[in-house]
Structure formats: structure tokens, C-alpha cells
């Protein structure tokens, strides 16, 4: 079967598409996505890497493995949450915001507590501060307002 729209495109194609979006939309999701690819990558790698621990400290090991995948789940939502929020949802953005304040309070306990990578927490949360400003920015704002009348599925 023909398209006659157009050239059909592919999943990948669709996926990161960004045209007709506020720069500060564009840049935001790119943030969020990149983001949550590197919190897959860096919790499937941790839960690998935490394996060699089970001979050592098995309770603890399991500890890790179990916080490693969590950061990777985390992680894949977050590239979820980017894609719907770059398609006009505004429950999305809401979300990713949400995130950051989480992230926030995660780099503050570990500040406090003396955990973790101590500086690598709070860059992670700038981070997301500035993407989460740029997805609240007027011209975004006014997108997603905009964006609302012609966006009416619930996904």
C-alpha cells in the first residue's frame, strides 16, 4: 500500500522527532532523554558490576543490585516521560518535574548523610533544573497551552 501523505516514518523517525516545537521544548526533551539513557546504561552497568559482591557480602550485594535496577527503571521512565511530554502532555511535564524536585531532595539527603557521589548528585540536579525551566518557559508555556485543544488522548 502507498502513503500518500509522505514518506512513511519509522518508529526511530517519529520518536525523536522535535519539529514544530519551542527551542526550549526541543532542548528540554533532549535533556530529559539523554538523561534517562544514561540512568539505564549506568544502573544496568552498576547491577552488573555489583554482582562480583555477592561473594564478599551477599545481603549487601543484593542491596545494590536492587538499587542499580531501580536507577535503571527510573531511567527508563524518565526517557518515556521526555517522549510524551515532547508530544504535548502536559500530566508529562508535570511528572518530569516532579522528578527534579525528587532529585533535589536525593542530593540534599546524600549531602547531609554523607552518601553517594556527593557532587555528582547535585550536578545531576542542575541538570534537571534547567530542563525542567526550559519546559516552563513562556514560549513552552504557551505551546503546550496551544497544544491542548489539539492533543485529546489520554497516552
Given at each position: 500500500?502507498?502513503?500518500?501523505?509522505?514518506?512513511?516514518?519509522?518508529?526511530?523517525?517519529?520518536?525523536?522527532?522535535?519539529?514544530?516545537?519551542?527551542?526550549?521544548?526541543?532542548?528540554?526533551f533532549?535533556?530529559?532523554?539523554?538523561?534517562?539513557?544514561?540512568?539505564?546504561?549506568?544502573?544496568?552497568?552498576?547491577?552488573?558490576?555489583?554482582?562480583?559482591?555477592?561473594?564478599?557480602?551477599?545481603?549487601?550485594?543484593?542491596?545494590?543490585?536492587?538499587?542499580?535496577?531501580?536507577?535503571?527503571?527510573?531511567?527508563?521512565?524518565?526517557?518515556?516521560l521526555?517522549?510524551?511530554?515532547?508530544?504535548?502532555?502536559?500530566?508529562?511535564?508535570?511528572?518530569?518535574?516532579?522528578?527534579?524536585?525528587?532529585?533535589?531532595?536525593?542530593?540534599?539527603?546524600?549531602?547531609?548523610?554523607?552518601?553517594?557521589?556527593?557532587?555528582?548528585?547535585?550536578?545531576?540536579?542542575?541538570?534537571?533544573l534547567?530542563?525542567?525551566?526550559?519546559?516552563?518557559?513562556?514560549?513552552?508555556?504557551?505551546?503546550?497551552?496551544?497544544?491542548?485543544?489539539?492533543?485529546?488522548?489520554p497516552?
Open positions: 500500500m502507498s502513503n500518500s501523505s509522505g514518506p512513511r516514518q519509522g518508529l526511530p523517525g517519529t520518536l525523536f522527532s522535535v519539529a514544530g516545537r519551542p527551542t526550549e521544548v526541543k532542548v528540554s533532549w535533556i530529559w532523554f539523554a538523561g534517562g539513557l544514561f540512568g539505564v546504561l549506568g544502573g544496568m552497568l552498576g547491577a552488573l558490576g555489583s554482582l562480583v559482591l555477592f561473594a564478599a557480602a551477599p545481603a549487601a550485594a543484593a542491596g545494590v543490585v536492587v538499587l542499580m535496577l531501580l536507577a535503571a527503571a527510573v531511567g527508563a521512565a524518565q526517557m518515556v521526555a517522549v510524551k511530554m515532547k508530544a504535548g502532555r502536559k500530566w508529562a511535564r508535570l511528572a518530569l518535574t516532579a522528578l527534579a524536585a525528587v532529585t533535589l531532595v536525593l542530593a540534599g539527603a546524600n549531602s547531609v548523610a554523607g552518601l553517594g557521589q556527593g557532587t555528582g548528585n547535585w550536578v545531576a540536579f542542575l541538570v534537571s534547567a530542563a525542567t525551566v526550559l519546559m516552563w518557559l513562556p514560549k513552552a508555556q504557551a505551546w503546550f497551552a496551544a497544544d491542548a485543544g489539539r492533543n485529546t488522548s497516552e
